[in-house]
């Protein structure tokens, strides 16, 4: 049974910084996509970032527009989670944010894409004042 947890959120001020963590078992972070994502009160849920690992020590990642150069998406093998660092955070980025893995099988719809995802975690909450 494939289980994620996700930890790290809370509140911060505008140009503050948070790091949120994913823990996942019964699955391996390596070997498919994970992505996180966010869904502020009456939005739709939005692809925020996803990981790859293409080779050892090499993977591929993805940004959404509105958070590249501030979030940094990574994955730790020997934890076997993946963590995103929220740098400059914006009152803007405030929303439950969840993680995701892929099914192998699933219909892509592109890496930071809901419907691309199987398994999700519970969301942990981030709010941003200004």
């Known amino acids: 049974q494939v289980q994620l947890v996700e930890s790290g959120g809370g509140s911060v001020q505008a140009g503050g910084s948070l790091r949120l963590s994913c823990a996942a078992s019964?699955?391996?972070?390596?070997?498919?996509?994970m992505a996180w994502f966010r869904q502020a009160p009456g939005k739709e849920r939005e692809g925020v970032a996803s990981?790859?690992?293409?080779?050892?020590?090499?993977?591929?990642?993805d940004y959404a527009g509105s958070v590249k150069g501030r979030f940094t998406i990574s994955q730790d093998n020997a934890k076997n989670t993946i963590d995103l660092q929220m740098n400059s955070l914006k009152p803007e980025d405030t929303a439950m944010y969840y993680c995701?893995?892929?099914?192998?099988?699933?219909?892509?719809?592109?890496?930071?894409?809901?419907?691309?995802?199987?398994?999700w975690g519970q969301g942990t909450q981030v709010t941003v004042s200004s």
């Open positions: 995701a893995a892929v099914r192998y099988g699933r219909t892509w719809y592109g890496s930071l894409a809901p419907r691309s995802y199987t398994y």
């Open positions: 019964g699955y391996t972070v390596r070997t498919n996509y």
């Open positions: 990981i790859f690992a293409v080779s050892a020590g090499a993977v591929d990642t």
